[in-house]
């Protein structure tokens, strides 16, 4: 069974950093796509950053050029490096895993494994 726990989050001012850690056990990085999304309340999941099953790394335009997204197989974890962070970046980041292709890169409903969430919370 996967599990994945997420780590990293806090609170800081705009124009900070923080980098985000997402730990998996019952699995290999192997032949899946790992992605980032995150949640503000009365809103559906956003998609943030993605790691392909070929590699390739997607990002959201809101983020593109301030997030970085990586992934170290031998130790199962992904980052999310976040740099010049907004307000408008404030939610629930969750991190998952799934067998997603390039065209479902962005649809949280085509991953099945979940971290719980870390909060990021950025004040202007």
């Given amino acids: ?53 070929n590699n390739y790394k997607y990002y959201a335009d809101s983020v593109k050029g301030r997030f970085t997204i990586s992934k170290d197989n031998a130790k199962n974890t992904m980052v999310l490096q976040m740099d010049s962070l907004k307000y408008e970046d404030t939610a629930v980041y969750y991190c998952a895993l799934d067998r997603v292709v390039h065209s479902g890169i962005r649809d949280p409903n085509k991953n099945a494994h979940w971290g719980l969430g870390t909060q990021v919370t950025v004040s202007s």
């Fill in 1 to 53: 069974q996967v599990h994945l726990v997420e780590s990293g989050g806090g609170s800081v001012q705009a124009g900070a950093s923080l980098t985000l850690s997402c730990a998996a056990s019952g699995s290999t990085f192997n032949g899946y796509a790992l992605s980032w999304f995150r949640r503000t309340p009365g809103k559906e999941r956003e998609f943030v950053a993605a790691i392909g099953r």
